[in-house]
């Protein structure tokens, strides 16, 4: 299926035809779980104190999230697409949330990244991969509020994960999706480690 696609959509040297890889969206529902470290000697600078007064002070804290993320694959091609997502916390015992928005790549393992559809004078050929797997990697700024024996913190980040996944399709138009990944952090005060599970909807724009 793969060969073919590449082969209609950069062979085939017909005028009126028009090919294209569909752009996705994917909608999920997860729990996202964010192990944060205080960084004592930035403590210590934004404090003014000593170094070893700080350093007592420097704690550990997790953030865990019922949390929900958007995904949209922008631009697709046989074995792999760039997208961007957001995530938003949706659901939290104890205040801590987790924002993030980023971009990043997804590579196809075993078929085409996306549904193809190729036109020429009003006959339509279109090849939807039932299964896909992909793994890849992204980046992004993040938010993350926490809590510490002593106070509610907050800490911005920068977040490089990676992540796979698989996308079972049921329709023409719709998948299901689940998507794990690990990600580290870097921020002002903290560094961080994450770990993400999602299962949503994905479905393919015309």
């Not at 994917?26 to 944060?36: D, E, F, Q, R, Y």
């Not at 205080?38 to 865990?64: D, I, M, R, V, W």
């Not at 078929?111 to 339509?124: I, P, R, V």
């Amino acid at each position: 299926m793969r060969i073919l696609a590449l082969i209609i959509a950069f062979i085939v040297p017909t005028a009126m035809a028009t090919s294209n890889y569909h752009q996705v969206v994917t909608t999920s529902l997860g729990m996202v779980s964010v192990n944060i470290t205080e960084n004592a000697s930035t403590l210590s600078a934004a404090a003014g104190s000593t170094e070893s007064n700080t350093a007592s002070e420097a704690q550990s804290a997790t953030a865990s999230v019922i949390s929900g993320d958007v995904t949209y694959e922008f631009l697709n091609y046989a074995t792999k697409s760039y997208f961007i997502r957001a995530v938003a916390p949706l659901l939290s015992s104890d205040g801590a949330g987790f924002f993030l928005g980023g971009l990043g790549m997804n590579f196809y393992m075993n078929s085409l990244s996306s549904m193809f559809t190729f036109s020429d004078a009003g006959t339509s050929l279109t090849m939807n991969p039932t299964m896909r797997f992909y793994w890849g990697p992204s980046a992004g700024i993040g938010f993350v509020v926490y809590n510490t024996t002593t106070a509610k913190k907050s800490d911005l980040i920068f977040d490089i994960e990676l992540h796979g996944g698989g996308v079972l399709n049921f329709k023409r138009d719709y998948g299901l999706r689940g998507e794990a990944g690990i990600s580290r952090g870097t921020g002002v005060s903290s560094s961080t480690i994450g770990f993400k599970v999602f299962v949503g909807l994905s479905y393919y724009l015309e």
